[in-house]
């Protein structure tokens, strides 16, 4: 669990940094087995996305830690970074908006940063 904190600092201080909109962290370890942590972010154009998941990815390997899994492409309404214990949703305001995962995993717990 200690390495997933330190792993979603690092990966929510990248997508500020983009200026990734209400990035929210939900520690959903009490309620699923997939991961720790989820991440959730949206960027306003394709371009803004595509900076948001290179920077993620960029920060995360400079610190060591290799991406398990990717879902979705550049120009793609979600991108999804799974890095084992913490996964990452990137999102087209619109699709966050109709995915709407907060509501889904709200028995998970909101994470403060």
């Known amino acids: ?28 370890s009490s309620i699923s087995v997939m991961a720790d942590y989820f991440v959730i972010t949206n960027g306003n154009s394709n371009s803004q996305m595509d900076a948001l998941v290179e920077n993620v990815e960029e920060q995360m ?3 060591g830690h290799s991406l398990k899994q990717r879902e979705g492409s550049k120009g793609g309404a979600w991108v999804l970074l799974d890095y084992g214990d913490v996964i990452v949703h990137i999102f087209d305001k619109e699709s966050r908006s109709f995915y709407n995962l907060e509501r889904i995993w709200n028995d998970g717990k909101a994470v403060e940063m």
């Open 61 to 63: 390997h400079k610190t």
């Open 1 to 28: 669990m200690e390495q997933g904190k330190d792993m979603v600092r690092i990966i929510y201080d990248a997508l500020a940094e983009k200026k990734g909109e209400d990035i929210r962290v939900i520690d959903i």
